[in-house]
């Protein structure tokens, strides 16, 4: 018996089944759903805050310090400094894990704030007072206080990602700036990879977007996409790289979990680290062309969405 869904961004069709997927660690099954008019994937059945939190481990927030993160951040300060071009204002990450993408902002002469609801991320003790342990609409912060508002990789967690966009248009001063980047169902990688696709990462991941569906789901509460970006250099390839791997493996998410510190609270059979350290060369080539084609095709494992509020007087205005 399948039920309907109704595709929650564009409104406009009934959500599709397109496959099973486990989660990586626990091998738990979940189904994966999606629209046909605009791409949205959506991770069934619906789980309750409670089941969800069990896949919040404290170890699903690694250890990624050091030169990945600060590449990671640099990367993210570099498009919201180019989008933005104006002094640095108030900013406002959402889902900002332990904040040290807050920290390089601050560096910059950015008045930082955030949110984090999961308890295992672990802040430093010189941003925790800036940041909201709670979900963004319950946040006591000052409505259209903020010049820009991020949020990296956080949408697609969200159960409810609307109510957050409602708050983050009351948040956004007139003339701010909302940056979205979130993995991009509609990129090559998850189209060839599926099941194995490393940011598909069910439950954690309730939403898959496509560049349609964020842009839907963003111009009826309020915003009007001014740019969409193609890419993230990191997420992507690796995303590539150890999606490959996962297609030769039983355990997934080996080396993305080795880099993160993970890896040490998972059992891997001997066979899956002679497979991984075998494959590892020719998947890094095979992902350096395919990460070639994705960016060339608009095809990319990561998107960044600008956005600015609708201005007065055009609502509803298409
Ligand atoms: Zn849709």
């Known amino acids: 018996m399948d039920a309907h869904y109704r595709c929650p961004a564009c409104l406009r069709a009934d959500l599709a089944y397109s496959y099973d997927a486990p989660e990586y660690r626990t ?3 979940f189904k994966l759903y999606e629209c046909p008019l605009c791409g949205l994937g959506v991770t069934k059945p619906d789980i309750t ?4 939190g069990a896949y919040y481990a404290d170890q699903y927030y690694g250890s990624r310090k ?4 600060g590449l990671i951040n640099y990367l993210w300060m570099r498009k ?6 104006r002094p640095p ?3 406002l990450d959402v889902g900002c894990g332990n904040g040290s993408f807050l920290k390089a902002a601050a560096a910059l002469g950015w008045d930082v704030y955030g949110t984090e609801r999961a308890q295992g991320a672990h802040l430093s003790p010189d941003i925790a007072a800036r940041i909201c342990r709670d979900e963004l609409p319950n946040c006591p912060f000052t409505e259209a206080s903020f010049d820009v508002i991020t949020s990296w990789h956080s949408f697609e ?3 409810d990602p609307e109510r957050y966009l409602k708050r983050i248009a009351e948040l956004l001063r007139e003339d701010g700036m909302l940056v979205i980047e979130v993995p991009n169902y509609r990129s090559w990688q998850a189209r060839l990879f599926t099941a194995d696709w490393l940011h598909l990462d069910v439950p954690r991941h309730l939403f898959h977007f496509s560049p349609e569906s964020l842009r839907a789901m963003l111009e009826r509460n309020g ?7 193609y890419g993230n250099a990191i997420y992507d390839m690796f995303g590539l790289l150890q999606s490959f791997l996962n297609a030769v493996t039983s355990e997934k998410n080996i080396v993305f979990d080795l880099v993160n510190g993970k890896a040490r609270h998972r059992t891997i059979s001997l066979f899956d680290w002679v497979l991984t350290i075998l494959f590892f060369i020719p ?3 095979l992902a350096g062309i395919l990460w070639l084609g994705e960016r060339v095709s608009r095809s990319t494992g990561t998107i960044t969405l600008f956005a600015t509020l609708k201005k007065q007087g055009t609502e509803g205005v298409l």
């Open 223 to 229: 915003f009007a996409v001014q740019r969409i970006s």
């Open 80 to 85: 919201v400094m180019r989008a933005w071009a």
């Open 66 to 69: 050091g030169a990945m993160g």
């Open 283 to 285: 998947a890094g080539v």
């Open 27 to 29: 091998g738990n099954q």
């Open 157 to 159: 967690h969200l159960q």
């Open 89 to 91: 204002g108030r900013l």
């Open 49 to 52: 805050s409670e089941a969800l």
